[in-house]
Nanobody
């Protein structure tokens, strides 16, 4: 399975961006939660959000709750992260990942089953 992330960029505080994560290759296992980790300079990787394939269960980190929205298009095998009201502290490399739901809660990046390359998000005026 390959995960391809896109949609990063530079945005002013208060602005919006939408990230996409497209899966290709073999079919992802239904139990997997597909979503995003991020790593800001000098900080540990943080589980941001994910959506579980088989039941749509969604996880959000407290730091993004109410500002970020995750969704999926199963037909396109793609997950989207709509990021609104962006703050400078959202600046990070965002990694598309697929793995168990609880690993996102635990910020366990290396507990993922699949990883994509990162995309840079910079929030600055």
């Amino acid at each position: 399975v390959q995960l391809q992330a896109s949609g990063g960029g530079l945005v002013q505080p208060g602005g919006s961006l939408r990230l996409s994560c497209a899966a290709s290759g073999s079919t992802l296992e239904d139990y997997l939660c597909i979503g995003w980790f991020r790593q800001a300079p000098g900080k540990e990787r943080e589980g941001v959000s994910c959506i579980r394939r088989n039941n749509g269960r969604i996880y959000y980190a407290d730091s993004v709750m109410g500002r970020f929205t995750i969704s999926s298009d199963l037909a396109k095998n793609t997950v989207y992260l709509q990021m609104n009201s962006l703050k400078p502290e959202d600046t990070a490399v965002y990694y598309c990942t697929a793995g168990p739901y609880n690993k996102y809660e635990m910020n366990d990046y290396y507990g993922m089953d699949y990883w994509g390359k990162g995309t840079q998000v910079t929030v600055s005026s």
